[in-house]
């Protein structure tokens, strides 16, 4: 089965790859690319962004403009993606990677109501906790922790996080 695009208009200029998985009331602006990627309820995706194969966005998320979220990229639910933030999959890249076979996945996942501010660029496998706010223009190089605000190149924790047992 081709899934479809379930919004009022489809998109005039939009690459949507057949195996691309949407949700009910997903609303597409015009220039994206999405691909092998799977997209929940309710959520928006803006101009000039691409989503790859395999990353899962969730239910009701707001991806802004000219954002990048590659493969091997999980955001859940209730999640803000600024204007220009990317994400990156690859701690070691190499243009001889995949000949080799040396290439890895590095897995990113971005926790429910978690906020991303503008041009932040997040590195591959770390962990954005439940809440957590990032600052424009950081560098997420670690994992933060649920509630936490982070900021700054690299990002540094800028007020306490939550405890699993405040949640």
Known sequence: MIPTVNTPKQPKFANITPDVVLGKDVRINEFVNLYGC???????????????????VGNHCRIQSHTFICSGVTIEDHVFVGHGVVFINDKTPSARGAETGKWHLDATLVKQE???????LIL???TIG???RIGAGAVVTRNVPDGATVAGVPARQMTAGRSNADS
């Open 114 to 120: 978690a906020s991303i501010g503008s041009g932040a």
């Open 38 to 56: 799977s997209i929940g309820d309710h959520s928006m995706i803006g101009t000039f962004v691409e989503i790859q194969r395999d990353a899962i």
């Open 130 to 132: 439940r809440g957590a």
């Open 124 to 126: 591959g496998g770390v």
